[in-house]
């Protein structure tokens, strides 16, 4: 598998195909670009959502992938019932199941994509820990995950950070802690940090990184 920094870039589009903040916006050919280039056009693909049940992305990329000419089956998963029961009432085919993240039902190498947003900033550094262990157990060995979270590098180059942290709703760590992190577990990590224009509404960039991370071979 090619594992250079394009295709950690190819992989990170393919999580991202509308844009889940302001301004940050990718085509859907560059979404469906992505797909291909990774993943060989007809086979069948797990996605996995991972505490992100309130993001409108799972359906939207379900439809992509069908449209690609993939067979997906897209699972999202979350300790919270009530954006569950959103998903389920809509007549999309999504699976959906509350449970905790770090200890799922799934068999091992289940799933060939793995992504969440921020969701290892929710809690501890055990936690994440126990996050990413489960996370590692779930990918198949050519599967990716792909995420986006708030390091303490860029905490004060986010307006959302700072006022989250100012509420110490999130806990932040240094890239270094991720990349010990998820080589404890077997995984390649490569970390991207981007930057998102809030505009009309704000007019500031916002600092994000982005990780992607396969299994080692």
Same mark, same amino acid.
Request: glycine share 2%; with cysteine.
């Given at each position: 598998m090619e594992t250079d920094n394009n295709f950690y870039h190819r992989a990170y589009e393919l999580m991202q195909p509308l844009g889940i903040l302001g301004g940050w916006n990718l085509s859907k050919d560059q979404h469906i670009g992505a797909i291909s280039e990774i993943f060989p056009i007809g086979r069948e693909l797990n996605v996995l959502y991972a505490g992100t049940a309130t993001a409108k992305n799972p359906i939207d990329t379900k439809k992509a992938l069908i449209e690609a000419g993939y067979d997906p089956q897209v699972t999202v998963l979350d300790i919270v019932s009530r954006p569950l029961r959103k998903l389920q009432k809509k007549d999309n085919g999504i699976i959906t199941q509350k449970c905790n993240v770090a200890d799922t039902c799934f068999p091992d190498k289940y799933f060939d994509v793995i992504t969440t947003d921020? /969701? !290892?900033n929710m809690g501890s550094l055990e936690t994440g820990t126990e996050i990413v262990k489960e996370m590692? &157990? /779930? !990918?198949?060995?050519?599967?990716?995950?792909?995420?986006?979270?708030?390091?303490?590098?860029?905490? &004060?180059?986010?307006f959302q950070s700072v006022l989250i942290d100012r509420f110490g709703k999130k806990h932040f760590f240094p890239k270094e802690t991720w990349n010990e992190l998820f080589s404890r577990f077997g995984l390649d990590l490569l970390l991207t940090t981007?930057?998102?224009?809030?505009?009309?509404?704000?007019?500031h960039s916002d600092e994000f990184t982005h990780m992607a991370a396969i299994k080692k071979t």
């Open positions: 921020f /969701l !290892l590692a &157990r /779930l !990918l198949k060995p050519d599967g990716i995950i792909s995420m986006t979270v708030f390091t303490e590098e860029n905490r &004060r180059r986010n981007f930057c998102v224009e809030n505009k009309p509404l704000l007019y």
